[in-house]
């Protein structure tokens, strides 16, 4: 009997165990990826934790979710919210300039030297910088405040310039000032200046003319600039679950990605987006969020409105979620589609998938069939509950992803953004 081992570390545990001790393990051969193909007497399967054998092993994502700690308490709405944040309002205080310094040279036998005060260090700019290894908004705080130039001082001194403060943002993070877009950082390494630091105040030597040999004039730094801005990300994901609240939008997401966002059986679980990532084999990652739940007049702010249809606009596919335990499911498909044109035409237009959730229900089968009839789009049964069929899903996800790709996709610079 031919078993695959997803992971090498099932396999070491199976070696060592008493199936290597009592030869019941008869061949292992190594194939891709460091799973193990092992033939072994039927008998030796009962031994073996179900856990250690997966037939297809699509994502890494599964098997650890099998494999979950079921102590473990689940993180509350309220932290989870914590861990991905896509649009910061933040205010940036440039640091001021320094005084210049009014003082006289003076030394033995040459008691009137003549001024020599020092010009004020410039104050530090705050600029803001696209860094690919960025990933969320989260460590961006809401006041930054530049460093202050030095003031200047006797003996030509001139004040030390404040050091420039980098904010670091991720790629495809749009800076906008009263709606107003103002950058869009999309390559690594590009940076918008923010704020400019104040210029430092000139010392008495520099009012030094042949009119007036001895000033005593010296002027303050002038004060840095003072902005506030808003920071959005344009993309939150590849991909984004829509659907209808209780449609089983979290629970998809926690079967097929390392996310755990809160489930209940209650509408409006979900309050923010989470991202979770699908892996895959070959290191590709795929981030999909799981968006709250939208209802009818969505786009006239009713439910939790419109700016989770925003969050919509931002994922470059989307993954229509329907639940297969209301009477009618492909009205939900035309209500959530409706409501997103309301929002954006063309936003329904995407490259997408129907999943067709709850199939583990007694009446799922028969209203896919029907919902089948409905659509011309490929449908995928799945249930989050069980995790029945979700590697179709994974699977199709990729077909997604690597079209978008080989297209050229839609650019981040495609998505349109509101202000
Ligand atoms: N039988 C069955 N129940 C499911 C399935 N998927 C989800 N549920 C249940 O449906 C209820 C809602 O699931 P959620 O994942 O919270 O739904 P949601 O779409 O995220 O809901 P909101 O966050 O309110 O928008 C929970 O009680 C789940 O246990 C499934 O495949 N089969
Ligand atoms: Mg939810």
Known sequence: MLIEFSRVKSFRRLCSGI???????????????????????????LWMRSSDVRNVTTSTTLSSKVRQNPKKRDMSEKKLTRHFVDQRRVKLVAGSGGKGSC?????????????????????????IKADRFVKSLAQVVTLYKGEDGQSGGSKNCYGRN????YISVPLGTVVKEQG?????????????????GGAGGKGNRFFLSNENRAPMTATPGTVGQERVLHLELRTMAHAGLVGFPNAGKSSLLRAISNARPAVAAYPF?????????VQYRDHQQIA?????????????????????????ERCRFLLFVLDLSAP??????QHLRYELDQFEPGLSKRPQAIIANKMDLSEAQERLETLKSHVTQ??????????????????????????????????????????
């Open 19 to 45: 199936l290597s001790r009592y030869n019941i393990i008869k061949d292992a051969r190594k194939v891709e990826s460091g799973s193990y193909i092992v033939s072994c007497s039927p008998v030796s399967v």
């Open 103 to 127: 003082s006289f040279h003076s030394e033995p036998r040459k008691e009137w030297g003549g001024p020599d005060g020092g010009n004020g260090g410039d104050g530090g700019s705050i600029i």
């Open 162 to 165: 404040g050091s420039t403060t």
């Open 180 to 196: 107003k877009t103002l950058a869009d950082l999309a390559a690594h390494g590009q940076e918008f200046l923010a704020v400019f």
């Open 269 to 277: 679980t979900t309050l923010n987006p989470h991202v979770g990532i």
């Open 288 to 312: 999909v969020a799981d968006i709250p739940g939208i209802i009818r007049g969505a786009h006239l702010n009713r439910g939790l409105g419109i700016s989770f249809l925003r969050h919509i």
């Open 328 to 333: 009618e499911p492909w009205t939900q498909l």
């Open 378 to 419: 490929r449908v995928i049964p799945v249930s989050a509950l069980t995790g029945q069929n979700t590697e179709e899903l994974i699977l199709h996800l990729r077909e997604l992803y690597d079209g978008y790709l080989q297209c050229g996709g839609i650019q981040d610079k495609d998505i349109p953004i509101k202000s």
